[in-house]
């Protein structure tokens, strides 16, 4: 059996009996957005250092578990804390949490994170709904050879953010009086902040957001054929955008400053589901 579907479907072995219910979605929380789970109906949870073989991110505001519960009606199952590439583990493993929660049922994949604003309209606190994205300064997920159980060698890649998903949260933002900007997201694999002169760049290849995440999960998802939808919390100005330089300190304090806003439009867009 393909190494990396074994790794998968042992991790999946191992918590099968603890897992409460099907969820239909999975909830990933980007940095600084980490409380969200505080506003679920929780049932129960499984810390990833309870998971045989599982990576544990290294990151600080990044704490490891699946949260499992209820957001109004629906169940989810939601990811504190993500594995980030930059952490030094291979992208097989950083796309097996969300590969798990294939396994484990969702069949939408709600990815957040936080990023740099490179949009010139965009501002710190500003959301915006991923509607594309550019993979090409990441490695893909998909590289080695393919996992024919969980999709085709060669997946297409014209309509990665679901349509029907992104019209259920502009109206969920529209109806909660809540502003949503739009864009592009490309993910870079970090952990380096841009120089000024790569941001300029990425604004011409099209980018409105960039950050250290979410993309690799998106083409692992979309491999899987699940449905994906993504908000972005622009936490802070690209470099060279911005006046001063960047921290990380900085972009998790804006994600926490966000968070109670954010949370609102994740759980009235998620209810919509
Ligand atoms: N660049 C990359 N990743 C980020 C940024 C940024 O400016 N802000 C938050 N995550």
């Known amino acids: ?71 109004d009606e629906v169940p989810v199952v939601c990811m504190k804390g993500r594995i980030h590439f930059y952490e030094g583990y291979p992208i097989s493993d950083v796309v097996l949490p969300t590969r798990l929660m294939k396994l484990m049922g969702i069949k939408i994949l709600f990815l957040t994170n936080a990023s740099g604003g490179i949009n010139p309209d965009f501002k710190a606190g500003d ?48 109806d909660n009086g809540i502003a949503l900007k739009e864009g592009v997201y490309l993910q870079t694999t970090g952990p380096s902040f841009e120089s ?17 995440s979410t993309v690799v999960e998106a083409i692992a998802a979309n491999h899987m ?6 908000i972005s919390c622009v936490c802070n100005l690209a470099a060279g955008i911005s006046p001063t330089p960047l921290t990380h300190e900085e972009v998790q304090q804006a994600g926490r400053d966000a968070a109670p806003l954010f949370e609102k439009l994740v759980r009235e867009s998620i209810k919509r589901f």
Do not use: W
């Not at 969820?23 to 505080?38: E, F, I, Q, R, T």
């Not at 054929?225 to 993504?230: D, V």
């Open 1 to 71: 059996m393909n190494e990396v579907y074994k790794k998968l479907t042992d991790c999946f072995e191992s918590i099968k009996d603890k897992i409460p219910f099907e969820p239909k979605v999975g909830l990933v929380l980007g940095s600084g957005l980490g409380n969200y789970a505080d506003s679920m109906k929780v049932v129960s949870e499984i810390e990833y250092s309870s998971i045989k073989g599982f990576p544990v991110s290294t990151v600080p505001g990044h704490a490891g578990k699946f949260i499992f519960g209820y957001v």
């Open 127 to 174: 959301f915006m709904l991923i509607t594309d994205h550019i993979s090409s300064f990441a490695p893909n997920p998909l590289i080695g050879p393919n996992i024919d159980e969980l999709g085709t060698r060669f997946p297409d890649m014209s309509s990665v953010y679901d349509k029907d998903l992104q019209d259920i949260i502009r109206s969920a933002a529209k």
């Open 196 to 212: 000024p002169i790569e941001i300029k760049a990425f604004a011409t290849l099209g980018a409105d957001a960039v950050g250290m």
């Open 225 to 230: 054929g699940l449905k994906i939808c993504g």
